[in-house]
């Protein structure tokens, strides 16, 4: 720690997000490099750190370099310039990718061969049977779509698209040895990696090129060749004051394509004269190459795991089941309405199945004739959710459906334009939001005409409208029928649609209208119950920490001695356990076969407990950028099923890490071989009673479940 006078000043109190970030890839590494986990996975987190890695340098990376360009000083609480984080970032991240391909190579490559799955990625020899086959698939699908582009005076260097893999060939003609430079584009809507045979080994399309260059320049001796990948800025701002948004962003997506290089990556065959010339041609710096020693682009292993058949090579199998309440009474559909005015309905995925909860409450709305009208926010969802398609029907059968589609979702922005679109043909009202702020919160209005007058429904989420993520992702969502939440959810609606200036949300937290404020008036009266001498203490469950005001809330809190328990799954600046600072606090991160996605904030309140879920993360981006809905949860049974996961999330050892004072992350328990909380989750799950006896009385009662 520094010798500032005020430690919540100091930068040594904060962790660099950036380096954060890395450490968080390096934890999900770790499930790579675990032996306890099966094999095929092994590949996919492999995968997905390599995917994550390629994000991180096409966002935060080209941010950092757009600032350096700029003379951008610090703005993270950690004082680091931007110089001092790409030199610290570059350094990790090699670290990291050395790291990947020794798990792969030395652990993960060998271990499917025990298991008969061959994986060719530093040379082997193939059989006969085995060339025959790459010879095949070169002539039939390879050749086809190769164009060798020469570089010289009368060829200047070619576009290079973003993560693109490239040969680069030096060549030279019979008799005349002056060298000359060629490049070959790795077609990237092929496999990454070709199956030789049904059972054959996986063998990467850039060898099987490689070994087959003669094809490519009869008449030319092949003097060396080597493979690059490059990596590009594909962040973009734009003017929202624009008269056609949809038309800017596509604009900008075309934009993106030729985003400034950001990384250079080289095989370990490139001579060191390909690269001074990439170095040139390209405009990047010598900091810029990223030499590995070994295949690039391990993205490519998702298709490996998907295409191997191995189920013993795998986790077990499992779809999330259904909640007693919804479950179906006699092949019907229970009524989801009926259900939730008998109280709310908490739902937690992968565990709770989304078609069976989420998906159905839509559906169910979209065909009900007595509602009228359907509000929704769309922030990313899946080709294959029937949510577009329920919205759609509801449209065209005259149904007031308004839509706030996010159409600067990061990577899925051409998606949302789609479905804005569509939606927009069918009569749907398309609106994008507030201006100068993402729309990310998770939010489905019903409006249904019944005795009495209209009623409102909703359902308020941590996580987004899509069917594949919520197979992949722990997410909390809430379906309600209480006026006083409903109300606010509506009101939201007309922030979101019109220009209502609604400030006074009593029970949600919406940022960025009140959602800090609420956050910090709920830790200092948490502080004052600790000073009563009651109950009190904190835990929050987030994705990433990084704001500086939550943060200082924090530490104040702590200063004082309040127990604090953080789950943070990614990015987390905040410094745990530190005399005089945080020492009450305590840092956890749960990493596991899915995506730890929830948000949940839980009060302990002089013993009657509080707990708030919704969309929101403690970062700038979330409480500052972004439309964000946090919800209180007034059911008591839905407390305590919360308060229940969160409880079992601190406790568990096989799947949790924590955060030390010096910034290092370490297992609880490296050697336990007990079940990890997401396996036990799975467990509970599949052990649920399949029926559903004497529903509680609406306006209150209890639920009881049947054996």
């Known amino acids: 720690m520094g010798a500032a006078a005020d430690p919540l000043s100091d930068p040594s109190s904060y962790i660099n997000r950036e380096l954060s970030w890395l450490d968080f890839d390096a934890r999900v590494l770790a499930e790579a490099q675990d032996p306890r986990v099966p094999l095929l996975e092994r590949l996919r987190f492999l995968a997905i750190t390599a995917n994550n890695l390629d994000e991180f340098y096409m966002i935060r990376v080209a941010s950092l370099k757009r600032q350096l360009g700029e003379h951008v000083q610090a703005t993270h609480a950690d004082q680091m310039t931007a110089t001092e984080q790409l030199q610290a970032i570059t350094m990790r991240s090699q670290e990291l990718v050395a790291a990947q391909l020794r798990c792969l190579l030395t652990e993960v490559v060998p271990a499917l061969e025990e298991k008969r799955v061959r994986l060719l990625l530093t040379g082997e020899p193939l059989t006969a049977l085995e060339r025959a086959r790459c010879d095949d698939f070169f002539d039939r699908q390879l050749y086809p779509l190769l164009t060798p582009l020469a570089i010289d005076p009368a060829h200047p260097f070619p576009y290079l698209s973003n993560l693109s893999l490239s040969i680069a060939v030096v060549l030279g003609e019979p008799g005349d040895r002056t060298p000359r430079v060629a490049r070959v584009k790795v077609p990237s809507f092929l496999p990454r990696f070709f199956r030789a045979g049904g059972q054959g080994p996986f063998v990467p399309v850039e060898r099987i090129i490689a070994e087959r260059l003669g094809r490519l320049f009869p008449g030319m001796d092949i003097l060396s060749h080597g493979v690059f990948r490059i990596t590009r800025d594909a962040d973009f701002d734009v003017d929202e004051d624009e008269p056609d948004l949809l038309s800017a962003i596509e604009e900008e997506l075309r934009e993106r394509r030729f985003g400034a290089i950001v990384r250079v990556e080289t095989g370990p065959a490139l001579a060191p004269e390909l690269i001074s010339m990439l170095e040139t041609e390209l405009g990047v710096g010598h900091q810029d190459i990223q030499p590995v020693d070994g295949v690039l682009d391990l993205t490519g292993l998702f298709s490996v795991a998907d295409e191997v058949d191995r189920p013993d090579l795998s986790y077990s199998a499992f779809s999330g089941t259904t909640p007693p309440r919804l479950l179906s009474v006699q092949d019907q559909d229970p009524d989801i309405f009926a259900v939730v005015r008998r109280g709310d309905v908490l739902v937690q995925h992968p565990y709770d199945s989304f078609a069976a909860t989420t998906e159905r409450f839509i559906e169910q709305a979209a065909r009900d004739p007595k509602v009228v009208a359907i509000k929704q926010t769309l922030y990313r969802t899946s080709g294959d959710t029937p949510v577009i398609g329920a919205l759609t ?143 009190a203490g904190v835990i929050i469950k987030v994705n990433g920490l990084t704001d500086g005001r939550a943060m200082r809330a924090i530490y104040n809190a702590s200063r004082q001695g309040l127990p604090i328990r953080l789950l943070v799954r990614g990015i987390c600046a905040l410094r745990p356990e530190v005399a005089g600072l945080s020492a009450s606090v305590v840092v956890h991160s749960v990493i596991g076969r899915f995506l730890e996605h929830g948000r949940v904030f839980a009060f302990e309140n002089g013993g009657q407990p509080e707990v708030f879920m919704g969309s929101s993360d403690l970062m700038g981006r979330n409480l500052y950028r972004r439309v964000e809905c946090v919800v209180p949860l007034h059911d008591a049974q839905a407390r305590r099923e919360v308060l229940d996961v969160l409880e079992m999330m601190w406790q568990d050892r096989r799947q949790s890490w924590q955060l030390a004072a010096d910034g290092s992350w370490s297992r609880v328990d490296p050697d336990s071989l007990e079940p990890g909380i997401q396996e036990r989750l799975i467990e509970r799950a599949k052990a649920r009673p399949l029926s559903w006896e004497s529903p509680r009385p609406e306006g209150g009662g209890r639920e009881r479940r049947s054996g």
């Open 393 to 535: 029907r509801a449209a065209e059968d005259g149904k007031q459906v308004v839509v706030l589609v996010e159409i600067k979702a990061r990577f899925d922005e051409q998606n949302n334009i789609r479905w804005a679109r569509q939606l927009e043909q069918v009569g749907a009202h398309v609106a994008y939001g507030v201006p100068g702020l993402k729309t990310h919160a998770k939010l489905v209005l019903v409006v249904r005409q019944e005795e009495g007058g209209v009623r409102y429904y909703a359902h308020i989420g941590t996580g987004n409208y899509n069917a594949v993520t919520a197979r992949q992702y722990t997410d909390f969502g809430l379906l309600t029928a209480r006026t006083e939440i409903t109300e606010e959810v509506a009101d939201l609606f007309n922030y979101l649609t019109g220009y209502s200036r609604k400030r006074d949300y009593h029970y949600l937290w919406v940022a960025p209208i009140n959602a800090i404020e609420r956050f910090e008036a709920l830790m200092e009266r948490e502080l004052d119950h600790l000073r009563a001498g009651h109950p």
